[in-house]
Protein backbone atom coordinates (compact mmCIF):
# COMPACT_ATOMS: atom_id res chain seq x y z
CA UNK A 1 0.00 0.00 0.00
CA UNK A 2 1.57 3.34 -0.69
CA UNK A 3 0.60 5.69 2.50
CA UNK A 4 -0.94 8.66 2.00
CA UNK A 5 1.23 10.09 4.61
CA UNK A 6 3.34 8.15 6.19
CA UNK A 7 4.71 10.52 9.28
CA UNK A 8 6.82 7.59 10.56
CA UNK A 9 9.39 7.34 7.62
CA UNK A 10 9.36 11.39 7.72
CA UNK A 11 10.48 11.63 11.39
CA UNK A 12 12.94 9.02 10.98
CA UNK A 13 15.20 10.41 8.50
CA UNK A 14 15.83 13.16 11.21
CA UNK A 15 16.02 10.17 14.36
CA UNK A 16 19.30 11.08 15.66
CA UNK A 17 18.74 14.97 15.44
CA UNK A 18 15.31 14.29 17.11
CA UNK A 19 16.39 12.06 19.91
CA UNK A 20 19.78 14.61 20.45
CA UNK A 21 16.85 17.76 21.08
CA UNK A 22 14.83 15.43 22.91
CA UNK A 23 17.70 14.54 25.52
CA UNK A 24 18.71 18.30 26.19
CA UNK A 25 15.22 18.99 27.09
CA UNK A 26 14.44 15.82 29.52
CA UNK A 27 18.31 16.53 30.92
CA UNK A 28 17.71 20.43 31.08
CA UNK A 29 15.01 20.08 34.09
CA UNK A 30 13.01 22.52 32.19
CA UNK A 31 9.98 21.46 30.69
CA UNK A 32 7.51 25.02 30.06
CA UNK A 33 8.39 28.42 28.61
CA UNK A 34 12.29 28.40 28.67
CA UNK A 35 14.87 28.58 25.86
CA UNK A 36 13.41 26.13 23.27
CA UNK A 37 10.39 27.67 22.78
CA UNK A 38 12.27 31.31 22.90
CA UNK A 39 14.54 29.93 20.44
CA UNK A 40 11.94 28.39 18.33
CA UNK A 41 9.70 31.75 18.32
CA UNK A 42 12.77 33.57 16.77
CA UNK A 43 13.51 31.16 13.91
CA UNK A 44 9.95 30.76 13.24
CA UNK A 45 9.64 34.53 13.31
CA UNK A 46 12.57 34.89 11.19
CA UNK A 47 11.56 32.27 8.95
CA UNK A 48 8.24 33.90 8.11
CA UNK A 49 9.59 37.08 7.84
CA UNK A 50 7.51 39.08 11.29
CA UNK A 51 8.86 40.51 13.84
CA UNK A 52 7.41 38.67 16.28
CA UNK A 53 6.17 34.88 16.62
CA UNK A 54 4.39 33.44 19.99
CA UNK A 55 4.20 29.85 20.60
CA UNK A 56 0.68 27.85 21.69
CA UNK A 57 -0.67 25.04 22.29
CA UNK A 58 -2.52 24.11 19.21
CA UNK A 59 -3.28 26.07 15.70
CA UNK A 60 -6.71 26.01 16.61
CA UNK A 61 -5.76 28.04 20.12
CA UNK A 62 -3.79 30.05 18.19
CA UNK A 63 -6.81 31.31 16.15
CA UNK A 64 -8.99 31.36 19.16
CA UNK A 65 -6.13 33.65 20.98
CA UNK A 66 -5.87 35.95 18.32
CA UNK A 67 -10.04 37.00 18.05
CA UNK A 68 -9.89 36.99 21.74
CA UNK A 69 -6.22 39.20 21.97
CA UNK A 70 -8.61 41.67 19.98
CA UNK A 71 -11.22 41.42 21.84
CA UNK A 72 -9.59 42.19 24.96
CA UNK A 73 -8.08 45.32 22.92
CA UNK A 74 -11.49 46.24 22.07
CA UNK A 75 -11.25 45.80 18.30
CA UNK A 76 -14.29 43.11 18.38
CA UNK A 77 -17.58 42.45 20.44
CA UNK A 78 -19.48 40.10 20.70
CA UNK A 79 -21.81 39.39 17.52
CA UNK A 80 -19.35 41.16 15.07
CA UNK A 81 -18.94 39.65 11.40
CA UNK A 82 -15.51 38.03 10.57
CA UNK A 83 -15.54 36.66 6.66
CA UNK A 84 -14.47 32.90 6.50
CA UNK A 85 -14.45 31.08 3.45
CA UNK A 86 -17.41 28.17 3.84
CA UNK A 87 -15.09 25.70 2.49
CA UNK A 88 -12.47 25.43 4.78
CA UNK A 89 -11.12 23.09 7.45
CA UNK A 90 -13.68 23.77 10.73
CA UNK A 91 -11.05 24.92 12.68
CA UNK A 92 -10.83 28.44 11.33
CA UNK A 93 -15.07 29.05 11.90
CA UNK A 94 -14.83 27.25 15.73
CA UNK A 95 -11.92 29.98 16.60
CA UNK A 96 -14.57 32.72 15.53
CA UNK A 97 -17.76 31.07 16.98
CA UNK A 98 -15.81 30.54 20.13
CA UNK A 99 -15.20 33.90 20.77
CA UNK A 100 -19.00 34.78 20.37
CA UNK A 101 -18.16 36.06 17.08
CA UNK A 102 -20.20 35.47 13.81
CA UNK A 103 -18.62 33.73 11.15
CA UNK A 104 -20.01 34.92 7.59
CA UNK A 105 -19.26 31.98 5.55
CA UNK A 106 -18.79 33.40 1.86
CA UNK A 107 -18.08 30.57 -1.52
CA UNK A 108 -14.46 29.93 -2.47
CA UNK A 109 -12.86 30.88 -5.78
CA UNK A 110 -13.53 27.81 -7.99
CA UNK A 111 -10.23 27.55 -9.25
CA UNK A 112 -8.16 28.17 -6.08
CA UNK A 113 -10.58 27.01 -3.35
CA UNK A 114 -9.69 30.01 -1.66
CA UNK A 115 -11.58 32.89 -0.45
CA UNK A 116 -13.51 34.36 -3.61
CA UNK A 117 -12.43 38.43 -3.74
CA UNK A 118 -16.09 39.64 -5.45
CA UNK A 119 -18.13 37.58 -2.82
CA UNK A 120 -16.21 38.72 -0.21
CA UNK A 121 -16.80 42.24 -0.95
CA UNK A 122 -20.39 41.47 -1.55
CA UNK A 123 -20.19 40.01 2.53
CA UNK A 124 -19.06 42.95 3.84
CA UNK A 125 -21.87 44.91 6.50
CA UNK A 126 -21.49 47.62 9.02
CA UNK A 127 -20.69 44.84 11.62
CA UNK A 128 -18.14 43.18 9.38
CA UNK A 129 -14.70 43.67 11.77
CA UNK A 130 -12.12 41.13 10.02
CA UNK A 131 -11.59 38.61 7.30
CA UNK A 132 -10.08 35.23 8.24
CA UNK A 133 -8.01 33.95 4.64
CA UNK A 134 -7.53 30.96 4.78
CA UNK A 135 -4.24 29.50 2.57
CA UNK A 136 -5.88 26.07 1.94
CA UNK A 137 -4.15 23.07 0.98
CA UNK A 138 -1.23 25.19 0.85
CA UNK A 139 -2.15 27.74 -1.97
CA UNK A 140 -2.22 31.34 -0.12
CA UNK A 141 -5.36 33.30 -0.59
CA UNK A 142 -5.19 36.74 -3.00
CA UNK A 143 -3.62 38.76 -0.23
CA UNK A 144 -3.35 41.48 -2.08
CA UNK A 145 -6.52 42.19 -2.92
CA UNK A 146 -7.62 41.10 0.54
CA UNK A 147 -5.36 43.41 1.90
CA UNK A 148 -6.99 46.11 -0.42
CA UNK A 149 -10.35 45.72 0.41
CA UNK A 150 -9.61 45.12 3.95
CA UNK A 151 -7.93 48.65 4.06
CA UNK A 152 -11.03 50.15 2.23
CA UNK A 153 -13.19 48.79 4.83
CA UNK A 154 -10.92 49.24 8.19
CA UNK A 155 -11.21 45.63 8.29
CA UNK A 156 -8.46 43.08 10.42
CA UNK A 157 -7.16 40.59 8.09
CA UNK A 158 -6.37 37.32 10.49
CA UNK A 159 -4.75 34.30 8.24
CA UNK A 160 -5.41 30.36 9.13
CA UNK A 161 -2.14 29.69 7.63
CA UNK A 162 -2.29 26.32 9.27
CA UNK A 163 -1.65 24.47 5.62
CA UNK A 164 0.56 26.68 4.09
CA UNK A 165 4.22 27.16 5.95
CA UNK A 166 6.34 28.51 3.69
CA UNK A 167 4.33 29.80 0.83
CA UNK A 168 4.98 32.96 -0.24
CA UNK A 169 4.51 35.49 -3.26
CA UNK A 170 6.73 38.13 -3.93
CA UNK A 171 9.11 36.70 -1.42
CA UNK A 172 6.32 37.94 1.71
CA UNK A 173 5.67 34.43 2.98
CA UNK A 174 1.84 33.07 4.71
CA UNK A 175 2.20 34.40 8.17
CA UNK A 176 3.37 37.87 6.87
CA UNK A 177 0.67 38.89 4.93
CA UNK A 178 -2.30 39.85 7.57
CA UNK A 179 -2.64 41.51 11.06
CA UNK A 180 -1.89 38.45 12.35
CA UNK A 181 -1.24 34.64 11.32
CA UNK A 182 -2.38 30.99 13.20
CA UNK A 183 -0.37 28.30 12.34
CA UNK A 184 -0.63 24.61 13.41
CA UNK A 185 2.41 21.98 13.96
CA UNK A 186 0.26 19.38 14.56
CA UNK A 187 2.30 16.23 13.16
CA UNK A 188 0.50 15.22 9.35
CA UNK A 189 1.28 19.06 9.02
CA UNK A 190 4.11 20.74 6.69
CA UNK A 191 6.30 21.38 9.31
CA UNK A 192 4.90 18.81 11.71
CA UNK A 193 5.61 18.57 15.63
CA UNK A 194 5.80 14.53 17.18
CA UNK A 195 2.30 16.16 19.17
CA UNK A 196 0.12 18.77 19.11
CA UNK A 197 1.92 22.40 19.19
CA UNK A 198 1.24 26.13 17.18
CA UNK A 199 1.96 29.49 16.85
CA UNK A 200 0.59 32.95 16.12
CA UNK A 201 2.67 35.48 14.04
CA UNK A 202 2.34 38.71 13.75
CA UNK A 203 4.06 42.19 13.16
CA UNK A 204 2.25 44.20 16.36
CA UNK A 205 4.35 44.19 19.53
CA UNK A 206 1.17 44.88 21.54
CA UNK A 207 -1.08 42.19 20.19
CA UNK A 208 2.18 39.50 20.93
CA UNK A 209 2.28 40.78 24.10
CA UNK A 210 -1.29 40.21 24.66
CA UNK A 211 -1.76 36.70 23.22
CA UNK A 212 1.18 35.67 25.09
CA UNK A 213 -0.43 36.77 28.40
CA UNK A 214 -3.43 34.88 27.72
CA UNK A 215 -2.14 31.57 26.64
CA UNK A 216 -0.71 32.27 30.34
CA UNK A 217 -3.27 32.22 32.60
CA UNK A 218 -4.06 36.07 31.39
CA UNK A 219 -0.49 36.81 33.27
CA UNK A 220 2.71 38.50 32.12
CA UNK A 221 4.34 38.84 35.07
CA UNK A 222 4.00 35.59 37.21
CA UNK A 223 0.80 35.98 40.11
CA UNK A 224 -0.28 39.15 38.10
CA UNK A 225 -3.27 38.49 36.20
CA UNK A 226 -4.00 40.99 34.11
CA UNK A 227 -6.89 38.80 31.84
CA UNK A 228 -8.98 35.68 32.35
CA UNK A 229 -6.70 34.05 30.25
CA UNK A 230 -6.04 30.34 29.59
CA UNK A 231 -3.33 27.92 29.56
CA UNK A 232 -2.15 27.45 25.64
CA UNK A 233 1.54 27.23 25.66
CA UNK A 234 4.08 25.42 23.66
CA UNK A 235 6.31 22.71 25.16
CA UNK A 236 9.94 22.59 25.51
CA UNK A 237 10.24 19.40 24.05
CA UNK A 238 7.83 20.05 21.04
CA UNK A 239 9.61 23.49 20.30
CA UNK A 240 13.33 21.70 20.53
CA UNK A 241 11.61 19.14 17.61
CA UNK A 242 10.27 21.61 15.52
CA UNK A 243 13.58 23.31 15.73
CA UNK A 244 15.20 20.45 14.19
CA UNK A 245 12.52 20.10 11.10
CA UNK A 246 12.06 23.91 10.63
CA UNK A 247 15.73 23.67 9.16
CA UNK A 248 14.52 20.78 6.53
CA UNK A 249 10.75 22.37 5.76
CA UNK A 250 12.24 24.38 2.54
CA UNK A 251 14.11 20.79 1.12
CA UNK A 252 10.60 19.23 2.24
CA UNK A 253 8.61 21.60 0.32
CA UNK A 254 10.54 21.35 -2.37
CA UNK A 255 10.56 17.69 -2.48
CA UNK A 256 6.08 18.24 -2.48
CA UNK A 257 6.49 21.02 -5.08
CA UNK A 258 8.66 18.67 -7.44
CA UNK A 259 5.50 15.83 -6.99
CA UNK A 260 3.14 18.45 -7.49
CA UNK A 261 4.61 19.30 -10.89
CA UNK A 262 4.81 15.34 -11.79
CA UNK A 263 1.67 14.64 -11.49
CA UNK A 264 -0.02 17.64 -13.38
CA UNK A 265 2.46 16.71 -16.24
CA UNK A 266 1.87 13.03 -15.99
CA UNK A 267 -1.96 12.70 -15.11
CA UNK A 268 -3.71 13.16 -18.15
CA UNK A 269 -7.62 12.56 -17.71
CA UNK A 270 -10.30 14.89 -18.93
CA UNK A 271 -12.46 14.03 -16.17
CA UNK A 272 -10.43 14.95 -13.23
CA UNK A 273 -9.72 18.63 -12.32
CA UNK A 274 -6.26 18.98 -11.02
CA UNK A 275 -4.91 22.01 -8.66
CA UNK A 276 -4.87 25.60 -10.38
CA UNK A 277 -2.12 27.75 -9.38
CA UNK A 278 -3.57 31.50 -8.91
CA UNK A 279 -0.07 32.77 -10.21
CA UNK A 280 0.23 30.92 -13.53
CA UNK A 281 0.91 27.24 -15.40
CA UNK A 282 1.68 24.93 -12.71
CA UNK A 283 5.20 24.90 -12.98
CA UNK A 284 8.98 25.20 -11.01
CA UNK A 285 8.89 29.05 -11.89
CA UNK A 286 4.67 29.90 -10.34
CA UNK A 287 4.75 27.80 -7.68
CA UNK A 288 6.57 29.51 -4.42
CA UNK A 289 2.83 30.10 -3.74
CA UNK A 290 1.80 26.53 -3.29
CA UNK A 291 3.25 24.36 -0.82
CA UNK A 292 1.09 21.44 -1.44
CA UNK A 293 0.12 20.34 1.83
CA UNK A 294 -2.45 18.67 -0.03
CA UNK A 295 -2.93 17.61 -3.60
CA UNK A 296 -6.00 17.80 -4.25
CA UNK A 297 -8.00 16.55 -7.59
CA UNK A 298 -11.73 16.61 -8.21
CA UNK A 299 -13.64 13.98 -9.74
CA UNK A 300 -17.47 13.94 -10.49
CA UNK A 301 -16.95 10.49 -9.90
CA UNK A 302 -14.80 10.83 -6.79
CA UNK A 303 -16.23 7.47 -4.62
CA UNK A 304 -15.67 5.11 -7.49
CA UNK A 305 -11.99 6.56 -7.83
CA UNK A 306 -11.44 6.26 -4.24
CA UNK A 307 -12.12 2.62 -4.53
CA UNK A 308 -10.59 2.24 -7.35
CA UNK A 309 -7.15 3.38 -6.17
CA UNK A 310 -7.93 1.64 -2.77
CA UNK A 311 -7.94 -1.52 -4.78
CA UNK A 312 -4.86 -0.42 -6.81
CA UNK A 313 -2.80 0.11 -3.09
CA UNK A 314 -3.22 3.74 -3.23
CA UNK A 315 -4.38 5.64 -0.07
CA UNK A 316 -6.11 8.57 -0.45
CA UNK A 317 -8.26 10.81 2.02
CA UNK A 318 -10.76 13.57 1.65
CA UNK A 319 -10.87 17.19 2.75
CA UNK A 320 -13.64 17.63 3.69
CA UNK A 321 -16.31 15.06 3.23
CA UNK A 322 -18.70 17.38 4.76
CA UNK A 323 -18.58 21.02 4.84
CA UNK A 324 -19.15 23.30 8.22
CA UNK A 325 -22.31 24.29 7.78
CA UNK A 326 -23.84 20.64 6.87
CA UNK A 327 -22.05 19.34 10.21
CA UNK A 328 -24.65 18.77 13.31
CA UNK A 329 -22.15 21.40 15.64
CA UNK A 330 -23.96 23.70 13.77
CA UNK A 331 -27.27 22.39 12.94
CA UNK A 332 -28.47 25.78 13.63
CA UNK A 333 -27.29 26.68 9.82
CA UNK A 334 -29.22 23.51 7.81
CA UNK A 335 -30.57 25.91 5.84
CA UNK A 336 -27.87 28.41 4.64
CA UNK A 337 -26.96 27.15 0.67
CA UNK A 338 -23.56 27.03 -0.44
CA UNK A 339 -23.70 25.07 -4.33
CA UNK A 340 -20.45 25.53 -4.90
CA UNK A 341 -18.58 24.29 -1.56
CA UNK A 342 -21.35 21.06 -1.26
CA UNK A 343 -20.25 20.27 -4.72
CA UNK A 344 -16.24 20.63 -3.80
CA UNK A 345 -16.82 18.86 -0.26
CA UNK A 346 -18.56 15.94 -3.00
CA UNK A 347 -15.73 15.98 -5.51
CA UNK A 348 -12.84 16.39 -3.70
CA UNK A 349 -9.77 13.74 -3.37
CA UNK A 350 -6.40 13.88 -1.67
CA UNK A 351 -3.48 12.31 -3.62
CA UNK A 352 -0.65 10.87 -1.53
CA UNK A 353 2.25 13.91 -1.34
CA UNK A 354 5.31 13.64 1.10
CA UNK A 355 8.85 14.39 1.67
CA UNK A 356 9.17 11.05 1.51
CA UNK A 357 6.73 9.76 -1.25
CA UNK A 358 9.27 7.90 -3.69
CA UNK A 359 10.15 9.14 -7.34
CA UNK A 360 8.43 5.28 -8.13
CA UNK A 361 5.12 5.32 -5.84
CA UNK A 362 4.86 8.86 -7.66
CA UNK A 363 5.14 6.94 -11.16
CA UNK A 364 2.81 4.17 -10.10
CA UNK A 365 0.06 6.63 -8.97
CA UNK A 366 0.11 8.69 -12.26
CA UNK A 367 -0.20 5.10 -14.06
CA UNK A 368 -2.61 3.95 -11.97
CA UNK A 369 -5.13 7.04 -12.71
CA UNK A 370 -3.89 7.38 -15.92
CA UNK A 371 -5.92 3.47 -16.26
CA UNK A 372 -9.19 4.60 -14.52
C1 LIG B 1 -5.02 21.84 11.04
C2 LIG B 1 -5.78 23.08 10.83
C3 LIG B 1 -6.16 23.90 11.90
C4 LIG B 1 -6.04 23.51 13.34
O1 LIG B 1 -4.80 23.12 13.78
P1 LIG B 1 -4.66 22.17 15.07
O2 LIG B 1 -3.22 22.28 15.43
O3 LIG B 1 -5.05 20.79 14.64
O4 LIG B 1 -5.55 22.70 16.14
C5 LIG B 1 -6.76 25.11 11.60
N1 LIG B 1 -7.02 25.48 10.34
C6 LIG B 1 -6.69 24.69 9.29
C7 LIG B 1 -6.99 25.18 7.90
C8 LIG B 1 -6.08 23.46 9.49
O5 LIG B 1 -5.78 22.69 8.45
Excluded at 182 to 190: E, L, V, W
Excluded at 210 to 233: D, L, P, T
Excluded at 237 to 242: F, G, M, V
Excluded at 282 to 291: A, C, F, G, P, S
Aim: hydrophobic share 40%.
Amino acid sequence: MIPFLDLKRINAQYRDELIEASTRVIDSGWYVQGEEVNAFEKEFADYCGTKYCVGVANGLDALILILRAYKQMGRFEVGDEVIVPANTYIASILAITQNQLKPVLVEPDEKTYNLSIKLLEQAITPQTKAIMAVHLYGQLADMKAINLIAKKYGLLVIEDSAQAHGASLDGRKAGNWGDASGFSFYPGKNLGALGDAGAVTTNDENLAMIIRAIGNYGSAKKYEHKFQGVNSRLDEIQAALLRVKLKYLNNEIKHRQEIAIAYTQGIKKDSLLMPILSSGRLERENIQNHVFHLFVIRCSERDKLQEYLTKNDIQTLIHYPIAAHRQKAYSEWGYLSFPLTEKIHQEVLSLPISPVLSLESRDEIIDVINKF
